[in-house]
């Protein structure tokens, strides 16, 4: 249902900005969300938007550097990635919640569907 594209290799301090195109209408779900995992590392949280209302929630050490929105005419989300710092090296994933879905937009259990991953490579 989700397919995340965007992903590339830039240097630190540059930008690159990820899209989460839905083959479902959107409304389907209640947020939807980019977590990303390193080698070794637990998935973890990145972003997260409601889909009605549009409140946005961010991981703390992306805050003021990456910003998810989405676009409902499209059924897709974006996150802009400014000042990409080489911690930020990551696969990003984009995930949504079934509308009736509830728990914690932070929590990767919370989601229920899932894309595929998109590799994103900071340079120092």
């Known amino acids: 249902q989700l397919q995340a594209s965007g992903g590339g290799l830039v240097q630190a301090g540059g930008s690159l900005s990820l899209s989460c195109a839905a083959s479902?209408?959107?409304?389907?779900?209640?947020?939807m969300g980019w977590f990303r995992q390193a080698p070794g590392k637990e998935r973890e949280f990145v972003a997260a938007?409601?889909?009605?209302?549009?409140?946005?929630y961010h991981l703390d050490s992306v805050k003021g550097r990456f910003t998810i929105s989405r676009d409902n005419a499209k059924n897709t989300m974006y996150l802009q990635m400014d000042t990409l710092k080489p911690e930020d090296t990551a696969v990003y994933y984009c995930?949504?919640?079934?509308?009736?879905?509830?728990?914690?937009?932070?929590?990767?259990?919370?989601?229920?569907?899932w894309g595929q991953g998109t590799q994103v490579t900071v340079s120092s």
């Open positions: 479902v209408r959107t409304s389907s779900y209640n947020a």
């Open positions: 938007i409601r889909w009605s209302g549009g409140s946005t």
């Open positions: 995930a949504a919640r079934w509308v009736e879905d509830s728990g914690s937009y932070y929590s990767h259990r919370s989601y229920r569907y």
